[in-house]
T-cell receptor
Framework: KAGVTQTPRYLIKTRGQQVTLSCSPISGHRSVSWYQQTPGQGLQFLFEYFSETQRNKGNFPGRFSGRQFSNSRSEMNVSTLELGDSALYLC????????????FGPGTRLTVL | QKEVEQNSGPLSVPEGAIASLNCTYSDRGSQSFFWYRQYSGKSPELIMFIYSNGDKEDGRFTAQLNKASQYVSLLIRDSQPSDSATYLCAVNLQLGNQFYFGTGTSLTVIP
């Protein structure tokens, strides 16, 4: 069974730009969660989508948004990029939700210059 | 108080020893507890999960959960150099049904 895939793997953007990251979950998994990982803050929960609906949201500004499609693939968008948005963005899929075990993708490394 | 707290380490143990990693959480109603391992430059991978009080063993790994004291631990027996990584504790908090990670404990197994 194929694992979680994320594209692109690396991105370099400048302040003020916007970016869209993509995540394809494990086949059959309906829940996709997004996390931001930085050396100082560790893994921080952004949001969770289940069956095309946002089910949970972390404490991030509205510049961070996401969506999920009918095939469970998910996208995350960050608008008006700031230097502090430089991080590894990880998505994780699970069968039913974040109370189940989650499986992580390889991540997208975003650098904001 | 953070939702999930871990001793950041670093923790060093000799090869063959038992490594003990600890985690405490704030929400007494939490139901699901997970341990992930993350190698440098890689994404987290699930090692174990535990839902009930007591011990759960899987090979060289044992997870221990004590809901009354709100802590969960991971024991690694016969530690190997390949176990050197950062270990992340994750808890599904009942409050808000969110998934929180600790900041991780860095483990080094010395050959």
């Amino acid at each position: 069974k194929a694992g979680v895939t994320q594209t692109p793997r690396y991105l370099i953007k400048t302040r003020g730009q916007q970016v869209t990251l993509s995540c394809s979950p494990i086949s059959g998994h309906r829940s996709v969660s997004w996390y931001q990982q930085t050396p100082g803050q560790g893994l921080q929960f952004l949001f969770e989508y289940f069956s095309e609906t946002q089910r949970n949201k972390g404490n991030f500004p509205g510049r961070f948004s996401g969506r999920q499609f009918s095939n469970s693939r998910s996208e995350m968008n960050v608008s008006t990029l700031e230097l502090g948005d430089s991080a590894l963005y990880l998505c994780a899929s699970s069968l039913q939700g974040s109370y189940n075990e989650q499986f992580f993708g390889p991540g997208t490394r975003l650098t904001v210059l | 108080q953070k939702e999930v707290e871990q001793n950041s380490g670093p923790l060093s143990v000799p090869e063959g020893a038992i490594a003990s990693l600890n985690c405490t959480y704030s929400d007494r109603g939490s139901q699901s507890f997970f341990w992930y391992r993350q190698y440098s430059g890689k994404s987290p991978e699930l090692i174990m999960f535990i839902y009930s009080n007591g011990d759960k063993e899987d090979g060289r790994f044992t997870a221990q959960l004590n809901k009354a004291s709100q802590y969960v631990s991971l024991l690694i027996r016969d530690s190997q150099p390949s176990d050197s990584a950062t270990y992340l504790c994750a808890v599904n908090l009942q409050l808000g049904n969110q998934f929180y990670f600790g900041t991780g404990t860095s483990l080094t197994v010395i050959p």
